[in-house]
């Protein structure tokens, strides 16, 4: 008795969706193991679609936990109040809470636009970009709260926020952005595979610094509490 074994490979065009690729790949190999004669089998031995898959939900989750905790210390931080007692007010948390959503929108788009694929390293990197991205936010709703408790007027105080920190935060942007450069340019075999960190982190934080110049003054100037000017 003997037995010959086959295998074959399978790899999926440049822009492909791999995810769908092994869903019709699962209903191909149904059909096709009805068809084999008595004795002839049909095994998987790897299933890189799975793996993505995987690590797609592997992301959803750390996002997700990365932006609870995120949020819960910007509204912490930046509602915490002391006087006339204790108190924690959620709006300046607010602010920095909706600039999260459309910096990764934005993201995203470039991404699609530039050919830069969702896979392991790229959604680490928006993972790692995620504690950065809302530095800036930050930056500018803590100013614009603190303009106004001055008493300045709404507007003063946005207009205020933009003009003094959009040069400064610029600056650390670029220069964070910056410490990525080695991998993104690396002529290496793994440079190959992880200069998307660079792009990532880099695309993220300038255009966490336009949402922060431009998007959080106006969304501070409608949801901002005005403060008691003593």
């Known amino acids: 008795w003997s037995s010959d074994v086959c295998s074959s490979d399978l790899s999926m065009v440049k822009g492909g969706d791999v995810i769908e690729l092994g869903r019709n790949l699962n209903v191909l190999a149904t059909e096709l193991r009805k068809a084999l004669p008595v004795g002839m089998e049909l095994e998987q031995v790897a299933d890189q679609p799975a ?21 819960a210390v ?17 709006r300046p948390g607010l602010v920095v809470a909706l600039t999260i959503p459309l910096v990764l929108a934005i993201t995203f788009l470039l991404m699609r636009m530039l050919d830069i694929s969702l896979h392991k390293v790229s959604l680490g990197a928006l993972i790692i970009a995620l504690g950065l991205l809302v530095d800036d936010a930050i930056i500018a709703v803590e100013m614009m709260v603190r303009k106004m408790e001055e ?19 610029l600056t650390g942007t670029l220069v964070t952005a910056a410490g990525f450069i080695p991998v993104g340019f690396a002529r290496s075999g793994a ?18 610094w ?5 998007f959080t003054p106006f969304m501070g100037y409608h949801l901002l509490p005005t403060p008691k000017v003593h």
Do not use: C, Q
Not at 61 to 68: D, H, P
């Open 74 to 90: 910007s509204f912490v931080a930046l509602g915490l109040h002391t006087k006339p007692k204790l108190s924690i007010d959620v």
């Open 210 to 214: 336009f949402v922060a110049v431009l």
């Open 151 to 169: 008493g300045m007027s709404r507007f003063e105080a946005a207009t205020y926020a933009y003009t003094s920190t959009a040069f400064p935060m």
């Open 51 to 71: 793996a993505v898959a995987a690590s797609v939900h592997e992301f959803v989750r750390t996002l997700g936990e990365a932006i609870v905790i995120v949020l």
């Open 191 to 208: 440079g190959e595979y992880t200069n998307s960190i660079f792009w990532v982190v880099g695309l993220s934080l300038v255009i966490s």
